[in-house]
């Protein structure tokens, strides 16, 4: 299976916990060959949600790019998962998307 920054996927969250996401949803890959390349077996997500709730935090990710609807990536859920939760590739994130969401993340990192 070939994982690439950019990359949207269908993957299974599990059981959430608290405001945790979770269940299967569309998720950004957001890390590059330094993880993805090697046999770790983790990958890091953003998951996206169709509910525009105007948070800071959110990223707009707009249809066509593999997703049916208007979504958000959640950037303040970004998380490690196990590349089993991956379930199919669906589609890819343009560059421009991928560094707001990496200005986020840095800022909440930051904070």
Not at 21 to 41: H, L
Request: aromatic content about 6%; charged content about 25%; hydrophobic content about 40%.
């Amino acid at each position: 299976m070939r994982i690439t920054l950019g990359d949207l996927w269908l993957a299974d969250y599990g059981q959430p916990t608290g405001r945790e996401q979770g269940g299967p949803r569309p998720v950004v890959v957001m890390s590059g060959r330094a993880i993805n390349d090697v046999r770790m077996g983790l990958v890091f997500t953003v998951p996206l949600t169709t509910t525009e709730r105007g948070w800071p935090s959110h990223v707009e990710i707009a249809p066509g790019t593999g997703l049916e609807k208007q979504s958000w990536a959640m950037v303040e859920q970004f998380r490690a998962i196990s590349v089993r939760r991956l379930t199919r590739r669906i589609g890819w994130v343009e560059e421009p998307t991928l560094e707001k969401m990496r200005v986020v993340l840095s800022h909440l990192i930051r904070a």
